[in-house]
C-alpha cells in the first residue's frame, strides 16, 4: 500500500479528488460507464467538495455508496443515501446512483439485491474511510471478515461505531443511533481496481496508527488495507502525527 501524508485536511483533500478524477477518467477510456463507490461520514466532506473543481464526466460514472442504517429511511438526515444523494449524486452530476435503502422491509433480501448490482458493476473505484475503531464501512471489529463469504450483508453496530456517529452530529445520543445496518463487505469492497483511503483529522490518529503499525487483524479492520498494492491512503499532520516514522 501506498501511503501520502499532505499538510493538512485541504491539500489532502485536493490530492485525494485529483487521483480519483484521473482513476475514472483511466476508467472511462476502457469502458462506459465507470464504476465508482464512495464512502459517507464527516472526514470525506473535504474531498467530495473537492470533487467538483475536477474534469470528469460524471453523467458516464454509476455510483454506489458503502452501507446504510436499518430502519432509516433516505430522507432522515442521518441517512447516508440523503448524504449521497446530496452531497455526491445532485452535487456532481452522477449519471445513475445505486442505493441502499434502510427502509426496505426486509434487510436481508435488500443485501442480497445490492449484492447482485455490485456483482453486475464491477468497481472502477472505491473511495473509503476508516472509522474510529478502524471500521471499514460497516464492518466493525467484531463483525469484520477479511475472507466474507458475502458482499454485502447485514450487521450490528459496535458501540464505538455508534458513539462515533453521536460525536460527528448525527444523532443526539446513542440510543438515538440504529443498531443494525447494511454494509458492504470488505472483500467486496477491495476488489475495486483503485482503493483510496481518505483519513483526514485528528480523531482518525489511533486507527490510522494502528492500522499502519499494529498486527494484520480483524481487531483493526483497516490493517487489511496495508497488504493491498492498489490501495493508497491519504493522511494529514494530524491523522500521521501516532506513527513511529512521523516522530
Not at 49 to 68: I, K, N, P, Q, T
Request: one cysteine or more.
Amino acid at each position: 500500500m501506498d501511503v501520502r501524508v499532505l499538510p493538512a485536511g485541504e491539500e489532502l483533500a485536493r490530492a485525494v479528488a485529483t487521483d480519483a478524477a484521473t482513476a475514472v477518467n483511466d476508467a472511462l477510456e476502457r469502458r462506459n460507464p465507470a464504476r465508482v463507490m464512495f464512502a459517507s461520514g464527516n472526514s470525506q466532506l473535504g474531498f467530495l467538495a473537492a470533487l467538483h473543481d475536477e474534469r470528469v464526466d460524471w453523467s458516464r460514472v454509476v455510483g454506489f455508496h458503502m452501507d446504510e442504517y436499518i430502519g432509516v429511511d433516505a430522507a432522515h438526515p442521518a441517512s447516508f443515501a440523503r448524504y449521497m444523494r446530496e452531497r455526491v449524486a445532485d452535487a456532481l452530476g452522477v449519471g445513475r446512483f445505486h442505493y441502499l435503502d434502510g427502509a426496505a422491509p426486509d434487510p436481508e433480501v435488500e443485501a442480497r439485491r445490492y449484492a447482485a448490482l455490485l456483482a453486475d458493476h464491477p468497481l472502477d473505484l472505491c473511495c473509503l474511510g476508516v472509522g474510529e475503531n478502524g471500521h471499514l464501512a460497516f464492518n466493525d471489529p467484531p463483525v469484520a471478515d477479511f475472507d466474507d463469504p458475502l458482499d454485502v450483508k447485514v450487521v450490528e453496530l459496535d458501540e464505538a461505531s455508534r458513539r462515533q456517529q453521536v460525536g460527528e452530529g448525527h444523532f443526539p445520543s446513542v440510543d438515538a443511533v440504529p443498531p443494525t445496518a447494511i454494509t458492504v463487505t470488505i472483500p467486496a469492497l477491495l476488489r475495486a481496481r483503485r482503493v483510496l483511503a481518505v483519513v483526514p483529522e485528528a480523531r482518525k490518529a489511533e486507527p490510522a496508527r494502528r492500522a499502519l503499525e499494529d498486527p494484520v487483524s480483524t481487531e483493526c479492520p483497516a490493517s487489511i488495507l496495508r497488504t493491498q498494492p492498489h490501495v493508497t491512503m491519504y493522511l494529514d499532520y494530524e491523522s500521521s502525527a501516532r506513527l513511529r516514522s512521523s516522530a
